[in-house]
């Protein structure tokens, strides 16, 4: 029967432990990487999908990753207002490149999944509610995208409210008037928000930079040097 010692078989242990590790790092230092901002109590547009109500539209807001190698996402989150009647348990989620106005650009990623619906006040009548989907896994390359969100309720409707950037993260921040409405029922394709309501909106990512290149290259030069030794083990 081949045995090895002890500090060979530690090693071993040790090495598997760094490589679920590195495996992991992402979800496990996942964090709000992108934000816009809180509610400014001020205005929102209709970013909800009802079957009995005819209230379907998304509302688009521009991000940048900033980091050389990019951002692993990890969940997309918004604050909206929803009448008393609406309930949201899922959303439909897209993030696109080059959008202008009439322009809808280019779909780099989208889904649809269930969704954490959190209320976190009332404002003139309506539920303030945090709406987040998790479990994405993602990557975006360095650039600038923009995110959509509609949340799914089966009766009422929504709006995804505005910012005027307070504890915003990441770039931009707040208003800087390049945000998109499209909507089927209204019938309007990528236009400016700004003539509508003059704002940007709450919404957010979390995930984290991508890691360097070296970091794995190291991990798959372990992982090659580890199977060399096991096959190396096995023959001995």
């Known amino acids: 029967m081949n045995s090895y010692p002890v500090s060979i ?3 071993h242990g040790g090495f598997l432990a760094i490589v679920l590790g590195l495996l992991s790092i992402n979800s496990a230092n996942a964090q709000v990487i992108w934000y816009n901002g809180d ?3 001020q205005s929102g547009l209709v970013s909800t999908d009802s079957p009995s109500v005819p209230t379907d539209g998304i509302v688009y807001d521009d991000f940048n990753v900033t980091s050389a190698t990019g951002w692993n996402i990890e969940s997309i989150f918004g604050t909206f207002l929803f009448t008393a009647a609406a309930t949201s348990t899922s959303a439909t989620w897209e993030i696109r490149s080059g959008v202008s106005v009439g322009n809808g650009g280019t779909i780099v990623a989208s889904g649809f999944g269930p969704a954490v619906v959190t209320q976190i006040g009332t404002d003139r009548g309506y539920n303030i509610e945090h709406i987040e989907i998790s479990g994405l896994h993602f990557a975006l390359a360095p650039g600038t995208y923009w995110v959509g969100m509609e949340p799914t309720t089966p009766a009422g409707y929504g709006y995804l409210v505005t910012t005027s950037g307070a504890n915003a993260i990441g770039t931009p921040a707040g208003n800087d008037s390049n945000a998109f409405f499209t909507s089927t029922d209204f019938d309007v ?17 979390t995930g984290v930079a991508a890691p360097e290149p070296s970091v794995w290259m190291l991990l798959l030069g372990g992982c090659a040097a580890l199977g060399l030794w096991r096959r190396w083990h096995r023959l001995s």
């Open 189 to 205: 394709f990528f236009v400016d928000t700004v003539p509508l309501d003059g704002h940007d909106f709450s919404l957010g990512l």
């Open 9 to 11: 078989a530690k090693w």
């Open 39 to 41: 509610y400014d109590h």
